[in-house]
């Protein structure tokens, strides 16, 4: 039985009649965004900068018109490959087959089609063991069937067991915008510690896309009386209310286990048969009765087309004998063909035999979740490394690892396969695990970092131009230096934040020292950038937001620090070289060399505040909310954040010239004086011979 609080919620509704009243929500209305449109205007100019930057300007235009072609071209294909990458990072099982529980490769759309045609879809959380991951795998799976309501117009409501059946006004309230979060929340005092934090990001996002509510719990003043003192405790009103009439089902939650299922054995195997676990199932009928009839009485008073999400404990959605659990209970007026039970990150997966009544339709795990056992079906896996004619020995350690690990899906390994077919890409997934990481996180890495390099190399340039115009050439030293740090930094910041998919991290991670473990969850605990939104089950407040701009700047001040001290050391020993060869060609430039350390210092304090300020604000308000808000115009999303990152990367380079030559890092010598210029000393000197001159004809006219 799921566990509640002991401390009753505060709550000023009544009670009586929880059953009646239960709310019919509108039908969600969408709200399309008024179409953004840009025209664009070029012209042609003739100077020495349009000649020295077009290449770089005609291959960014090349990439985006050709990003631009392949997205018409593809027209519903391209949505339907987005679609499935949404729940690519989702591990799913088919558990209604005989034997072991199947992996669903690239056949999850089916998984959907089967889900839409459902009236009721059951997702069954972790009860002795509240994980996490549970809550994010509960809000991707109502955005995906969110969205697939609306396209087939489909009234969608969310029931949550979590929230006793006389919160429902309070939920009301919330959804009409009368109440607030925080005044909602102070009726979930009886809840754990964290789990409002972990289930606000669900209710938000119902209050904003107008997903109905439903209090599908048992009020927690009943489950205390049944767990007391029994069904008998309970009045006659309240029995009529909460418990299943005689004859009607109560017996069947007892029945010989025999008559059960291997599931249902072994879950009641270690339970030791007492008074107390007697009066226990007592609460667990109670329980499941009341929230079968909150289930039943919204799906039959809504339309044949609507759907409820129920989310609730998975023992309680668990198919087990005739008559227990909540499928079974309303399956006489809503079939079972109408019902999907899914469980969310079960610890074990057992093997169905012949006869026997599966666990649930489907098995679903959170990707950033290890698995105690093969968590991926074994012959699924055989199958693909047959089809690619490759030996598991073949493979990179972590690989290798991750397979004995059940972490490697089958789609995984065919990625790496994928990759392997071409040459570069291999070269580089074999030797370097930096890399195989990111690509099996995301096939486009390498895209992604071509197209920022070129950007960061235009843009430099260009900016570079712009400010030292005519001695462009002549201080061409500094522009190298520039240019070549700029593009290591811009490397950085585009490989750390990068999405990896590491295998040996799992193996590791109970080798690890206590300190290191505590310094991984500290970062863990940071968000990527101070904008970005909290996820379920995590509450970032002002000082995480802080820590995120403090840790990003220490990042990116040491990424300069270093690559300004190689690159300033590459253009000084470069310097030196060319000085051995021709010396006389080095006296003619007119540059101060940059000092190593003095540079490094000021470059790294220059990345980690004004830097670091800019990605802050690219990375969260640009790319990750206005692109939310975005979603679903791609080529918007992506010019959007094309446009930033261009004019950001001309800006940053344009103040480090500014704040190189304050500082004096980069300054000119002064003119040396030429041989035509008149010498004063000289002139004073001749002054003097003819004033000598003078008197001496003077006096010999006087002697005469």
């Not at 042609?44 to 960014?60: D, E, K, N, Q, Y």
């Not at 909540?326 to 169905?352: M, T």
Request: proline share 5%.
């Amino acid at each position: 039985m799921k566990a509640h609080g002991v401390a009753q919620a505060s709550s000023c509704f009544a009670t009586s009649s929880p059953l009646h009243g239960v709310p019919s929500f509108p039908p969600h209305r969408v709200r399309l965004s008024n179409r953004v449109t840009a025209a664009h205007e070029t012209g042609a100019r003739t100077s020495r900068r349009g000649l020295l930057m077009a290449p770089f300007l005609v291959a960014g235009g090349s990439v985006l018109l050709s990003a631009a072609a392949r997205a018409e071209e593809e027209g519903s294909p391209a949505k339907a490959e987005e679609e499935q990458q949404e729940v690519i990072t989702s591990r799913i099982y088919d558990a209604s087959v005989i034997g072991e529980p199947l992996a669903i490769g690239k056949e999850k759309g089916k998984v959907w089609e089967k889900l839409m045609n459902a009236r009721v879809v059951y997702l069954g959380e972790s009860e002795q063991v509240p994980v996490r991951d549970d809550r994010e795998l509960e809000l991707e799976i109502l955005k995906n069937l969110h969205r697939r309501c609306l396209e087939k117009e489909k009234r969608l409501s969310l029931a949550l067991e979590v929230f006793p059946a006389n919160l429902q006004e309070a939920l009301n309230q919330y959804m009409d915008k009368k109440i607030d979060g925080e005044t909602l929340k102070s009726y979930t005092l009886h809840w754990a510690g964290g789990r409002w934090q972990e289930y606000e990001p669900i209710l938000t996002y119902c209050l904003h896309n107008g997903i109905g509510l439903v209090a599908s719990g048992t009020p927690l003043q009943i489950l205390r009386t049944v767990q007391a003192e029994g069904i008998r405790g309970l009045t006659k009103a309240e029995r009529k209310l909460y418990a299943p009439p005689a004859g009607s089902g109560f017996i069947s939650g007892f029945t010989s286990i025999s008559r059960r299922s291997s599931v249902d054995s072994t879950q009641n195997l270690s339970i030791p048969f007492g008074p107390s676990s007697y009066l226990s199932a007592q609460a667990r009928v109670v329980d499941e009765y009341f929230m079968s009839q909150i289930i039943l009485q919204n799906v039959l008073d809504g339309e044949a087309t609507d759907m409820l999400i129920v989310v609730t404990g998975a023992s309680h959605v668990t198919y087990g004998s005739r008559g227990t659990g909540v499928p079974a209970r309303i399956s006489r007026k809503i079939q079972k063909k109408n019902q999907v039970v899914i469980l969310l990150d079960p610890e074990r997966q057992f093997i169905r035999r012949e006869g026997e009544v599966p666990a649930a339709d489907f098995l679903w795990y959170s990707a950033a979740r290890p698995c105690s056992r093969n968590c991926f079906d074994r012959a699924e896996i055989a199958r693909v490394m047959n089809a690619a004619g490759r030996r598991r020995d073949a493979l990179p350690q972590d690989l290798q690892k991750g397979i004995d690990l059940g972490l490697v899906s089958p789609e995984v390994l065919q990625n790496f396969f994928d990759l392997e077919q071409y040459p570069l890409i291999s070269e580089l997934t074999h030797r370097f695990q930096g890399f195989r990481e990111r690509l099996l996180a995301d096939p486009k890495f390498l895209h992604r970092l071509a197209i920022e390099e070129a950007i960061s190399i235009t843009t430099t340039l260009l900016a570079q131009y712009e400010k030292r115009k005519e001695n462009f050439f002549q201080e061409l030293d500094y522009v190298i230096t520039d240019t070549v740090r700029g593009s290591v930094v811009d490397f950085f910041t585009v490989w750390l934040p990068a999405p990896t998919l590491s295998f040996l991290s799992y193996a590791d991670e109970m080798k690890a020292p206590d300190n290191i473990g505590s310094l991984m969850g500290l970062l863990g605990s940071i968000p990527d950038n101070a904008f970005q939104k909290s996820p379920a089950g995590t509450n970032w407040n002002l000082n995480h937001r802080v820590a995120s701009v403090v840790f990003g700047g220490l990042k990116l001040a040491t990424v300069g620090f270093i690559s300004s001290i190689g690159a300033v050391t590459s253009s000084n020993s470069l310097y030196a070289f060319r000085k051995f060869l021709n010396p006389a060609v080095v006296t003619e430039q007119r540059i101060i060399r940059s000092p190593i350390l003095k540079t490094a210092v000021i470059y790294a304090c220059f990345l980690g505040i004004s830097a670091n300020l800019r990605y802050q604000i690219i990375a969260g308000i640009v790319e990750h909310r206005i692109s939310e808000q975005f979603s679903s115009q791609t080529f918007f999303v992506n010019m959007l954040s094309f446009v930033a990152r261009t004019v950001n990367s001309y800006w940053g380079t344009q103040q480090w010239i500014d704040l190189a030559r304050f500082t004096g890092l980069q300054v000119r010598k002064t003119e040396s004086p030429t041989s035509d210029s008149p010498n004063p000393a000289a002139i004073l000197c001749n002054d003097t011979e003819e004033a000598s001159s003078i008197d001496e004809i003077e006096n010999k006219r006087g002697e005469n």
